[in-house]
Nanobody, 124 residues
Framework: QVQLVESGGGLVQAGGSLRLSCVAS????????MGWFRRAPGKEREFVAS????????SYADPVKGRFTISRDNAKNTVNLQMNSLKPEDTAVYYC?????????????????WGQGTQVTVSS
């Protein structure tokens, strides 16, 4: 099992930026794809972005395309989510997750290990 710890959340004004990081410990997170999900108050957890284990392929949810960028550093067991042009509707708890596959996927059921989450709040 992989332990995942997210950091980098906080309070930011609309239009601002945040960079989330996720550090894995325990079993290595290679050769697995990694993903970011979020859960807004009163809503289901939803897919945000994913990256294949080599980092060659990425996938994004439509609401964040062009604003968010996922990246990974396998040597450091980290995956990052750069979030620009933030909107109030991006407010949520953001979760890092490890897939059971090496391929980037949007399917929540494909992810096995989850972090505790980090709160992102965007004020208008």
């Amino acid at each position: 099992q992989v332990q995942l710890v997210e950091s980098g959340g906080g309070l930011v004004q609309a239009g601002g930026s945040l960079r989330l990081s996720c550090v894995a410990s325990g079993r290595t997170f290679s050769p697995y794809a990694m993903g970011w999900f979020r859960r807004a108050p009163g809503k289901e957890r939803e897919f945000v972005a994913s990256i294949s284990w080599r980092g060659a392929t990425t996938s994004y949810a439509d609401p964040v395309k062009g604003r968010f960028t996922i990246s990974r550093d396998n040597a450091k067991n980290t995956v990052n989510l750069q979030m620009n042009s933030l909107k109030p509707e991006d407010t949520a708890v953001y979760y890092c997750a490890r897939s059971t596959s090496q391929f980037a996927t949007m399917t929540r059921d494909s992810y096995y290990d989850w972090g505790q989450g980090t709160q992102v709040t965007v004020s208008s």
